[in-house]
């Protein structure tokens, strides 16, 4: 009796066992040629690469070729030629294994990444959340408890705009905070507010279409635009916000228009009432619609809160975009916008066609959070750090001589002096010296650009970012 008759006999004969499926990784096999040749080629190259370890199963004769389209035959010379060249063992009432000691083939290195490496954060880089113990905590809670007796809706496709009991919850917290008029119904959470534009765009406008876009604007909302193939008109922004006078005389018949009223990104400055109005007005004339972006809206340090463009608006003309990811933390990924009524079904269709709807789980143990009152307490210790940094880092900037004021609002602020000309080697001295802020210039559109440096001022300890900055004056005199 040939050594394969006997393994295929000792597999029969020997008790079930279960192997890992790994037949799917054996690729499709030449048609031309000879099968046992083929497919024995096949085995050894999965053994010799690493793929196939040794001391794995190899499946009965008859149930691979069954898999394959083979005859049992080409099956048995295939285990064969293996077995012959000390590729595989026969173990007698157990079946066919990769031998314990075989020749290895290092996989080839893969090709070198073109792309720069992801550096680590530096004091004074933007969009950084500060961790908070207590927050991590009671959310760890939560989401145990949601856990523990999972609801039946997490088992099945949920609603695209998110669960309602978040949405309830977001759209109570904005009635109050920010004077909102909503209700939960008009609320599509997302997956923070870039993917909430990117919904916008595509449920609200097509390639071509004029837009206004502040000048100088948010990056990342230049790119979901462009993108997306809009017509960017800048508009520019003086201290009263962006001027919807100018917006009118480039592009009157302009589809839509992103701003950031509350606080501007980046220059910082709030859109007067007057602009607001105007603003408004235009929308309704020309039916164009208002994406107003209220990204750090939490972080107020002095006077009273400012009301939300949307919450002015009585055309139902603004779509408002909020997020956890400057409240809590970036690596939450909720971010939700406020839809109007007319546009609200082309919103659901596009993001039903996208990713379905949004992790059940989380929104649920979110809305805790915010129903029991986490939130709010949440975000007075987050204000307290976030002003002591701001505080730090005003002392140090004003000590080097650049007469920067303590911002109302938000989690950055911007550094000019009249003698910078270009922020180019501003940025690679903050570089040198461990700091992380931005430039300015690239974040004009169409006028001409201004140097200067986007600071922002959370996430890292105010001593460590006033040492920074203290670095970085010294290295350029100031």
């Known amino acids: 009796m040939r050594r394969s008759d006997e393994t295929n006999l000792s597999e029969a004969a020997a008790p079930e066992v279960h192997a890992a499926d790994w037949s799917a990784l054996i690729p499709v096999l030449p048609k031309a040629g000879p099968r046992p040749v083929a497919l024995y080629a096949e085995l050894r190259r999965l053994i010799e690469g690493g793929v196939l370890r040794p001391g794995t199963k190899l499946p009965p004769t008859r149930e691979l070729a069954a898999r394959l389209g083979l005859s049992r035959g080409a099956a048995v010379a295939a285990f064969e030629l293996l077995l012959a060249e000390g590729f595989a063992e026969a173990r007698v009432g157990a079946g066919t294994f990769v031998a314990a000691a075989v020749p290895q083939i290092a996989p080839a290195a893969p090709p070198p990444d073109p792309r720069p490496a992801v550096a680590p954060p530096l004091p004074g880089a933007l969009g950084r959340a500060a961790p908070d113990a207590r927050t991590f905590q009671i959310l760890r809670g939560l989401i145990t408890r949601h ?7 997490h088992f099945g496709y949920g609603d695209p705009r998110g669960s309602r009991a978040l949405r309830e919850e977001v759209a109570a917290y904005l009635r109050t905070a920010r004077g909102v008029r909503c209700h939960g119904d008009q609320v599509v ?14 449920a609200a406008l097509k390639p071509g279409d004029p837009v206004w876009i502040e000048d100088p604007c948010y990056p990342m909302a230049r790119a979901a635009f462009e993108g997306a193939g809009m017509r960017l008109i800048g508009v520019p922004v003086d201290g009263e916000g962006l001027d919807p006078a100018a917006g009118e005389a480039r592009a009157p018949h302009a589809r839509a228009v992103y701003v950031t009223p509350s606080h501007q990104f980046p220059l ?30 939490e972080y107020r340090y002095a006077g009273p809160p400012l009301t939300a463009l949307q919450g002015i608006d009585g055309a139902g003309r603004v779509i ?5 990811s400057k409240a809590l933390f970036p690596g939450l990924r909720v971010g939700y916008a406020v839809v109007p009524e ?6 659901i269709a596009v993001r039903n066609r996208s990713d379905r709807f949004p992790p059940s789980l989380l929104e649920d143990a979110l809305a805790d959070f915010l129903r029991e009152g986490h939130f709010s307490a949440h975000l007075r210790r987050a204000r307290r750090r976030a002003r002591d940094a701001r505080d730090a880092l005003v002392d140090v900037l004003n000590e080097g001589g650049l007469s920067v004021a303590a911002p109302d609002q938000g989690l950055h602020l911007v ?9 180019a080697p501003l940025l690679a001295a903050a570089r040198a010296e461990g700091f992380g802020p931005r430039a300015l210039s690239p974040l004009h559109v169409d006028r001409p650009p201004e140097a200067g440096l986007v600071i922002g001022f959370s996430g890292f300890p105010p001593e ?14 100031g």
């Open 147 to 153: 856990l523990a007796v999972p609801a039946r809706h």
């Open 189 to 202: 959470l997302t997956s923070g507010s870039q993917q909430a534009l990117d919904l916008i765009i595509r």
């Open 268 to 297: 910082g400055v709030t859109l007067t009432m007057a602009r607001r109005l105007a603003l408004i007005d235009w929308a309704r004339r020309a039916g164009g619609w208002i994406i107003e972006d209220d990204y750090d809206s």
């Open 320 to 324: 408002y975009v909020g997020t956890f």
């Open 342 to 347: 007319a546009l609200l079904d082309a919103m």
């Open 415 to 423: 550094a000019r002096r009249p003698d910078w000309t270009q922020d």
């Open 464 to 477: 460590e970012l006033a040492s920074a900055a203290r670095r970085w004056l010294a290295r350029i005199g």
